[in-house]
């Protein structure tokens, strides 16, 4: 597939970009059952980090569905493709140097790593938002629990499709517990600590 075409190198560095945004780029991977609060909690962390000034930019499973992946049905086949396509969105979005918040249930530990492995491991936190199944079906946001229960929506995760629990996710962030601030909190500390460590371990070599 890829004969007859040559990658065309710019004139740019990723580092350069990064210093000019002041900050290096990151993708933050939320992973979690529907209405666990990966969205709610992707929201008040992008708006936080404008606030800062930093340069973010967030893909949502709803919103990219509506656009680049309106093609996509939920077949597995589908849904694989969805969230292929998702990270490599989101691994461009890294090396243009922005902090990337990507939030989609992404129930499958493979396609977790895969983005992992696009965006590259030192700059991918991985944060499993933590709400075990009643929460979540209590909450209900969308209104998709009492549709999935009636069997009126196939393979929905955790009623009738798997969720595999992140088993070295870089974060947890257990919203059954948390207020949606505190869980906030540790994701921005959890970002910040990440920017420093590759701003002292990285910065040269990239
Ligand atoms: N600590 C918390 N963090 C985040 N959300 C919380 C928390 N406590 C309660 N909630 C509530 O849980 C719901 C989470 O819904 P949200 O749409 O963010 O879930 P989601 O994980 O994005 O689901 P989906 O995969 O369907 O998009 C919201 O109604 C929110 O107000
Ligand atoms: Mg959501």
New binding site residues.
Partial sequence: MTKNITWHDGKVSYNQRCDNLGQEGMVIWFT??????????AVEVEKELVLRGQAVYRLD??NVRHGLNSDLGFTAEDRNENIRRIAEVAALFKDSGMITLA?F?SPYQETRDFARERAGADNFIEVY?KADVETCAK?D??G?YEMAKKGEIKNFTGISAPYEVPENADLVVN?KE???EA?VAKVLEAIDKRQAWIKENLEATG
């Fill in positions: 979690g059952l529907s209405g666990s609060g990966k969205s709610t909690i499973g709803d939030s249930i938002v909450r946001p969308k998709l919203t948390l207020s949606v869980a």
